[in-house]
């Protein structure tokens, strides 16, 4: 990051603060990711019966589970987990559909019609249930989670680099590039490609917090990550067993940390736009 | 002496923009009287517009008003609110845009736009106003009017849509029409005959008629005055007349001298404290290449037909020889575009071949022309030089970048020093190198879009009209350097244009497309002066000249 980028940057923060707020709660996120096991004041695994089904206290901030655990440590230790699904997932779905997508929005013809078709067959689908049908047949592992969701994110991005390549195949800069001596396919990947990255990465933001959904949508009706694996999507299924008897802070406290990842990550997308778009810089 | 319709006085427009408020008009005095069509030129950037848009009160939210007067008929226009702003707009004055497909509803068809136009300001029936439509259709002469009721625009051609934009802004007899660049974007043919119309409408009805363009030639044309705007204010006002034989200010000055005329040559193109320096290059003949020397590019029977669709480019043939320069003049789909890309070899034709310096390269396939020894020596020059540099490039990666890729440099002071010569070569202050187009002006990016194209130092330079996009005295000094270059250099000047007078000037030879085809060729001069066919001659008489009378050349 060049100097005159990060000064764009503090500008662009600094005439909005939503966006300064967002970025710093992703950094938390991905800071607790990290060094989540060394901050923990419990073992998320071990139970301790005795000290079950405790309300929210200053020994444990979020009260502690049927089992004795404290949900304030395996709230923590579930951040890696989530955050890794959804970044690998959203990764992969992000080169492979940003590639295809833009070739096929470049080539047009054929190829362009084929790919196009087989994204319309896939979005036909409810894609929550394709998600949980993979995981099913190709087994309960969080590999197959990072799959799934990477599968059914697929379609977004292919769809969006098509249509950014699109308008641009004809424009003036991509002629030139060719006259340059480039080939078809480094305009597309040296060229195009860069260009449609400020339009993309509000869409890998925006995904990232729906891909943390999907994988705790998984794990909470069953697939996916196994118990005793602290887990957002698992701590809020089984948590909800105890709503009834007023033990709300089981659901409450992994609910709020997922919806705080969701919301930061998609107030971020829309910062970022800004602050990638060259042409918002004077 | 008329009445006075409209009265600016002392008018200050600010727009505010995250860098603070910018003042874009500022103290602008102006009087139309009733009846008179009024020219108000000026470059980008110079206000022009928006000091229309605040007549009609159509500024955008950011734009205010923040000094000065607008009376139309005595009353203040900047204070009018509900409905006596209505019944100011569109009825007592109305607007027609530059881009007439733009400012139409794309799925309404036409007759009922210009209906609707007129029911909201008048109380009839709505037969009646289909009625009063299709009378406006006649009035601006739209041929088949009954079955053009029911069209919609994008069936209609840009000169027709810019009728029908004609008719509803006519459609309730306003007093005032403010014309905001109306034939900028169509062919020349057209924009004299939407031109005439627009004159003879306002004349039969009486309407004032300002008109807004960056065009001197147009304005001197159909205006009896002219205002000249620079940076948000009026520089001069007088008839083109004395316009032309005697500038006062010395924007004014540069205007004019910009502005090409039937028999300008490009060293005419600025003023006389400019001039010097240019004659010494002027006058570096051109050595003409010894007998027998084989053309350099020999195009023979070009063919392009796109799927299914008809021939875009049709038995298409020409010749030239090493550093000339020809002119490709055609109007809009004539084919002159898909031709400068095929000996480009930037798409492949259909049939035909490109003979360059003795070696076919019309069968190497164009996805595989970047690989060619060839490539380097045939460059292009983009048309719109805000759309033809790569927004992530800074302007120093531009020109780097065919110098990486065609000539094999590689990052170092070597490459810096090729990259900054090519600079100096167009002209482009050095200090400009590390920024990025959009903080370029658009002559400084067409400088950029130059220097690229001649970084390799090619033989053959297709230019796509490159100076479409630029203001009139950012294109004298483009001419100024393509002509330089071709001098100096040597290079072949292939020029696509449909503005023949800058072909003219720059062309030694011209070649005139119609429908794929060549209507006809010659030399420049000859060409101009005394074309054979009626398609030419047509094309020559549409040019809007600037009368260059004994007055004129007495001044200079």
Redesign the interface.
Known sequence: MTSATLRHSVWILRGNPLTAVAAAGVTLFILIAIFGPWIVPYDPIVSNVSEALQPPSAAHLAGTDQLGRDVFSRLIIAARLDLAIAVSAVGISFVIGAVVGAFCGYAGGKLDRGVGRFVDVMMAFPLFVLAMAMVAALGNRIENIVIATAIINLPFYIRFARAEVNVRRNVGWVEAARACGESHFSVVLRFLLPNILPAMAVQISLNLGWAILNAAGLSFIGLGVKPPTPEWGIMVAEGARFISTGRWWLVAFPGLALMMAVLCFNLLGDGMRDILDPRMRT | MSETLLEIDDLHVSFST??GLVEAVRGVTLTVEAGEMLGLVGESGSGKSVTGFATTRLLDAAGRVTGGKILFRGQDVTKLRGDDLRQLQGAAMSMIFQNPRAALNPIRAIGLQIADAILTHKRISKDAARAEALELLRAVQIRDPEARMNAYPHELSGGMCQRVMIAIAISCNPALLIADEPTTGLDVTTQKVVMDLLADIAAARGMATILITHDLGLAARYCRRIAVMERGRIVEEASPRTLFSTPQHAYTKRLVAASPTATSRIEDLVTDEEREGYAAVVNMARQEPAHGTPPLLEVRKLAKRFDQGAAAVADFSMTMSGGESVGLVGESGSGKSTTS?MI?R?IDPSEGDIVFDGRSIGHVAS?DF??SPL??D???V???PN??????FTAFDCIA??LM??DGMRAGDALRRRVEECAERVGLPLDLLPR?P??LSGGQKARV?IA??IACRPRLLVLDEPTAALDVSVQAVVLQLLDRLRRENDIALLFVSHDLNVVRMLCDRTIVLRNGGIVEQGESRALFENPKTDYTRKLVEAIPHIETGPALAAAL
């Open positions: 995250r860098r890309r480009c930037l996805r970047h690989r490539r380097k045939i460059q292009m983009f048309q719109d759309e033809s540099l790569n927004p992530r970048h065919p890729r065609l990025f959009h903080q879009g690229r194209a």
